[in-house]
């Protein structure tokens, strides 16, 4: 079987033609700035990470194009259901990028309203989130609404969990409007893609009876034009699609992890050329729709996000103890109150001794 | 004696396993090329190969799942599961089958398979990785549930688990992977402590202190600044949490009157919980105090900027030991 990957702009920067996929309404500048902002976003946290004041950082380097390319094909109603990794997804919703800051830093674990900006809280588990967005997807059937889908994220790796598998199940069987946005970035941590899988993961998809289609993930043009496809049939009834967006995942698992242990420089060196921003700066630079202040502007704008972001990080209060009890239950708990009560109690034990020894 | 951390101790258990039993195999995520999150299986693959130290594809229910099938070929497989949190897919396989199977076949089944997890906080780590799962399994039938706590001990247990024909669910303490201990790696396995015995490892007349995995530490920290204020406190590691060694624990309570139990896992209805009612009724007549517990409160793991208020520190546990005092 043959593997026809969709793309619309080539690594050179190239715009090529895909008669099924005829770019509309495509904001190429503005898929360009949010990938540069992202990008930039992506490296000051790595960098707070590296000094201290992150716990942890899981990197989108690489995978910006796959992110803002299908979540700039989004309706405002359409909702999300991202996995750890999707920090550029999480901007084009409008999420302010310090609740993922917090996140990270260790302050929360997500804390925003997930129906704010359609967007829910990240899912570490591996997977979970793809049922999540299929029952989503069935509500949304069952509310008769049809100006709304549901596209959910998810890595290679997570299409060996039985979740993903259960989740295509159902959304093959109920005809869910619901998007399945597979981001192959070639690494479960150290595990490449043919650990999980003898075929390439967009034909599973006809297994459980509904289309499946490759994109270049490092090409914006064709993850918004394919995602902009799939969602708009998820919403006109036609059930789900599985997209796989193929990329590379340019650093590192996450701020632990040393993937020089396990892949070869040679690799990150080939994929470095087929790079998300790059092509996209070359068609807009060769194609004279955008010159040289575009270009400034935004990367002056990146770097203030990223002194914003740094400053906000660097002032973030840790939480007051006595909150570590709140948002349990619906409602007061008797276990929780008493607990709580006890740790007060215990905290106030050492005020006292401080104020003993004033 | 060699001087080597608690993952590196494991790490050489795994190693003589494998060369001392053809039908040992290592299989989880990132075990391989990588060696592990943790590296605890680091330079495995490379010396016994792909066969015998598999990488898997990323499903917990699968990794234990096909080790059930691998169990029933012949084979001992480690299974390693990267996190704590991460297990409960894997949870189906092990209560409803890996558990049980013995039972259901009237004895014609073994199942030697070990499922090693790192638990516990104290790591600054995101959501799902710094859980206490133990619970769950020691109230499982048909599973051991065993807890290392430090590299000597660690490295004769992990051999021990595996040459156990129990299932063994085998908690890992995650922020004492780094701990340096002197491991005598020659020791043979014969003469090591039983996985089901429980360990003094600081006598004391006052009070009984019992913990198991990451706080073992932290109660021997708490013990040597007790006798600081001329309080003595006896430390017992508990290694097992399923069985439980009551012979030991109760020895010990016998003569000193107090019990406190310390651990990660939430209080309400954690191991300690079982240890408190069973200590009540088999030493009732030597208590001075009621059996105290010190450990995680009934709220999901915290945010890492929270956990040092989640986690019983010294300050807590000593805290618990003077509520001991007060009756």
């Not at chain 2, 096909?66 to 949190?85: K, M, N, S, W």
Request: some cysteine; proline content about 6%; glycine content about 8%.
């Amino acid at each position: 079987m043959t593997i026809e990957t969709i793309q619309l702009l080539t690594p050179e920067g190239e715009r090529v033609e895909h008669p099924e996929y005829p770019l509309v309404d495509a904001d190429i500048k503005g898929m360009y700035r949010d990938m540069v902002l992202v990008r930039r976003l992506d490296s000051e946290a790595i960098a707070l990470q590296r000094q201290g004041e992150l716990g942890l950082w899981a990197s989108l380097l690489g995978q910006e194009a796959a992110q803002v390319g299908s979540a700039r094909a989004l309706s405002p109603r359409d909702m999300v259901f991202p996995s750890y990794r999707e920090h550029g997804v999480a901007w084009c919703r409008g999420l302010d990028p310090m609740r993922l800051i917090e996140m990270f830093r260790g302050v929360t674990n997500g804390t925003w309203d997930p129906e704010e900006h359609k967007f829910h809280l990240y899912t570490i588990v591996i997977g979970d989130q793809t049922l999540h967005a299929t029952g989503y997807a069935m509500g949304l059937q069952r509310d008769a609404s049809e100006d709304e889908a549901v596209i959910t994220y998810f890595g290679d790796g997570a299409t060996s969990q039985g979740d993903v598998s259960e989740a295509f199940s159902w959304a093959s069987v109920f005809h869910a409007p619901v998007v399945f946005f597979c981001q192959n970035n070639q690494f479960a941590i150290s595990a490449p893609p043919e650990r999980q899988s003898r075929v390439p993961i967009y034909q599973r998809a006809s297994g459980f009876g509904f289309p499946g289609i490759r994109v270049d993930g490092n090409d914006v043009l064709a993850c918004y034009a394919v995602t902009q496809q799939a969602m708009r049939a998820a919403r006109e009834g036609e059930g789900p699609t599985l997209i796989e967006a193929f990329t590379y995942r340019m650093g590192a698992h996450t701020t632990t992890d040393d993937p020089t242990r396990y892949r070869l420089a040679s690799e990150l060196e080939a994929w470095r050329l087929r790079d998300p921003i790059e092509r996209v700066r070359a068609y807009l630079a060769r194609s004279g729709e955008a010159d040289a202040t575009f270009f400034e502007q935004v990367d002056t704008e990146a770097d203030e996000l990223a002194v914003k972001l740094r400053a906000a990080c660097l002032a973030l209060p840790d939480p007051p103890p006595l909150s570590v009890f709140d948002h349990v239950y619906a409602g007061e708990n008797a276990i929780v109150a008493a607990e709580r009560a006890q740790y007060a109690a215990y905290l106030a034990g050492f005020d006292e001794e401080e104020g003993a020894q004033r | 004696m060699t001087r080597i951390t608690l993952s590196r101790a494991i790490n050489e258990g795994l190693r003589r396993s494998l060369e001392n039993n053809p039908k040992v195999m290592i299989m989880g995520e990132d075990v391989g090329k990588l060696g592990g999150v943790f590296r605890v299986t680091d330079g495995l693959q490379k010396d016994f190969g792909e066969h015998r130290v598999v990488d898997t594809p990323l499903a917990e229910s699968g990794i234990v799942g096909t080790a059930i099938g691998l169990a029933l070929r012949g084979y001992r497989p480690v299974c390693e599961i990267q996190f704590d949190g991460f297990v409960y897919p894997a949870t189906d396989q092990i209560i409803s089958q890996l558990a049980k199977m013995r039972y259901r076949s009237q004895g014609h089944v073994t199942l030697p398979v070990v499922i090693r997890i790192p638990f516990g906080g104290g790591i600054g780590a995101v959501e799902h990785h710094s859980e206490s799962p133990e619970v769950f399994f020691a109230h499982t039938a048909g599973l051991r549930v065993v807890a290392c706590a430090d590299p000597a001990d660690a490295f004769a247990m992990i051999q021990l688990a595996i040459a156990s024909d129990d299932p063994v669910i085998f908690f890992e303490p995650k922020r004492r992977y780094w701990d340096k201990a002197d491991v005598d790696l020659t020791a043979p396995l014969s003469e090591a402590l039983p996985l089901d015995k429980a360990r003094m490892v600081h006598s004391g007349n006052d009070v009984t202190l019992l913990s198991y995995g990451p706080l073992v530490r932290t109660c021997l920290e708490a013990a040597l600044a007790a006798s600081e204020d001329g309080r003595s406190i006896e430390v017992i590691d508990l290694r097992s949490l399923s069985p439980l060694d009551m012979a030991t624990i109760t020895e010990s309570v016998g003569r000193t009157g107090r019990c406190v139990i310390a651990h990660e896992a939430p209080v309400y209805a954690g191991i300690g919980a079982e240890i408190a009612a069973r200590v009540t009724e088999e030493c009732f007549y030597s208590l001075e105090a009621p059996v105290l517990r010190v450990g995680g409160f009934a709220v999901p793991y915290p945010p890492a900027r929270m956990e040092d208020h989640y986690l019983p520190d010294l300050d807590r546990i000593l805290d618990a030991v003077d509520r001991a005092f007060a009756y």
